[in-house]
DNA sequence: ACGAAAACTTGCGGTTATGGCAAGGTGCAT
DNA sequence: ATGCACCTTGCCATAACCGCAAGTTTTCGT
């Protein structure tokens, strides 16, 4: 199965000597400005040689130009975004973010069960905005134990023990953004819906 | 000399590896897909094998990430928040965040219209990122025209000409995300100048 | 808390790629 | 033609690769 991929492979090695050319700078020149010899450059260029991050990184340095314009990849997509759910403690996570690193989005949806579920509250690093679309929604933060009706936000540290689920055994679902750097605390509902 | 090219390539096999459990996807889920042995890319994810195109370009490809996103340089986010609900367009932005750093959330209300609107594809720095609360959302972007509907999600890069409104003439609501992406925040208030 | 299954890591080893050196092309301007 | 700058390539010791299968850790339902 050939897929555009291989192209990209293929069209590297060309694409970096036509860059280069155009800049009019000489492979020795390359070889002196990042430490690889001429004889690899030249190879790198001519398809002989993998190209790797180690080469690939400083070039896209000197020549001061993106990755992805090396390697010639394109950059239209559909922007709407179709991610496979992620199960996970029985909840339903789809990912709604593409985009790695950062801050990650899901919609988190939490199954509806005939008894209650009893909290156990979790803890990592991180910070944790949500959006209650429908469900209520139980959130126990520390010694907090509120409840959350659609629309609600709320935003909170996660090093702190946390736990999410249905308030009355119905399905909740909600929108969850989650900082993996955030150090930040505090917590606030109502912010949607203040009554 | 010390040039970010060394951080990167320390980083990009961690960064693969957050990006792979994010998805909820296993090794052998990726070995699968792309044809590499799960020991390779165990091997790579740990930083105990080069970073070579053959491997990142499948996994771009799979992530449906571009590869600069895969090997990220460190994400400076220059914080400028508006706490005020702020009037554009027409449009109401409602801040659903008060958290400084990066990301922006709003609640965005589009209003009922009787005529429906002239699209003005708008260009400005950033990423966005949105979720249609309800109603029927227009999406413009490049030679793209969208309908959205409730539940559905898009994220594009705002660098492109994009224009959001109302398909149909009702109101719509949403939540934006917005991400000034390693460029300060482009967000002023009362510069509803054209139309 | 426990145990089994899923997920991940790692030792191994034949095989292949790497990349600097230096010799050998290539082409262009004189 | 000849010199010079630029680029290519044979060589080959060294290092990296990479799948297999066995071992270890993590996960998650009970």
Do not use: A, H, Q
């Given at each position: 199965m050939h897929h555009g991929t291989e192209d990209e492979l293929d069209t590297v090695g060309p694409r970096l000597r036509a860059l280069r050319r155009a800049r009019g700078i000489t492979l020795a020149d390359l070889s002196a400005t990042i430490g690889v010899s001429e004889s690899t450059l030249s190879?790198?260029?001519s398809g002989q040689r993998r190209a790797t991050l180690e080469l690939l990184l400083p070039l896209a340095r000197t020549y001061d130009v993106p990755l992805d314009d090396l390697v010639g990849a394109p950059r239209t997509g559909d922007p709407r975004i179709h991610l496979k759910p992620i199960r996970r403690f029985g909840m339903v996570f789809v990912p709604l973010s593409r985009r790695p690193g950062g801050t990650q989005a899901f919609k988190m949806i939490i199954p509806a069960r005939p008894e209650p579920l009893e909290p156990t509250p979790q803890t990592h690093e991180g910070f944790e905005w949500l959006y209650v679309l429908n469900g209520r929604l139980r959130l126990v933060t520390g010694e907090r134990d509120?409840?959350?009706q659609p629309g609600e936000v709320a935003e909170f540290d996660t090093s702190l023990p946390h736990w999410l689920g249905s308030a009355?055994?119905?399905?909740?679902?909600?929108?969850i953004l989650f900082d993996p750097q955030g150090v930040r605390a505090h917590l606030r509902t109502g912010t949607a819906s203040e009554t």
């Open positions: 190879r790198l260029e509120l409840t959350l009355d055994g119905g399905s909740v679902e909600l929108l």
